[in-house]
């Protein structure tokens, strides 16, 4: 496989199947048993979803990149979009923008990578005008 996330060429991957069921409680079943179908990369051991079975992901050599979907971490998205919505708040917006970037680095061909980069330097900007301009002030009050 081709490895979106390091963008390793080639790699060896392992696949397998879980059996999963949504519960409320552990109890209550909220949806019907689902199998999903994960694609591990060899090199970085970034996840995959498959929408193909194990089984006709080896039959098949179709484009894998079409068959498979990203599977990011949901406190990386949060942080993401919390980054770039936060980004104009001086400090606040730079730490949550850095924690972003720090999760999303091991994917540099994800969205979340450029969004957060994006965000961390708007952040930067910000946080710098906001010194200087603090700075400033203080010295002409001074
Ligand atoms: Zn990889």
Redesign the pocket.
């Known amino acids: 496989m081709d490895?979106k996330?390091?963008g390793?060429k080639g790699?060896l991957a392992t696949t397998y199947q879980y059996g999963e069921r949504a519960t409320i409680l552990h109890l209550i079943p909220a949806s019907p048993f689902t199998e999903t179908n994960y694609v591990k990369?060899g090199?970085?051991g970034?996840l995959f979803v498959s929408r193909l079975s194990v089984f006709e992901l080896a039959k098949t050599s179709a484009e894998l990149d079409s068959l498979l979907g990203w599977r990011v971490p949901l406190i990386s998205l949060t942080l993401t979009i919390g980054g770039l919505i936060l980004c104009p708040v001086p400090g606040i917006g730079l730490v949550v923008n850095v924690l972003a970037l720090l999760l999303s680095s091991s994917r540099p061909k994800h969205w979340t990578c450029t969004a957060s980069t994006i965000g961390a330097v708007v952040a930067v900007v910000l946080t710098g005008l906001y010194i200087i301009s603090f700075i400033l002030w203080y010295m002409l009050n001074s």
């Open positions: 490895c996330a390091c390793g790699i990369c090199n970085c970034e």
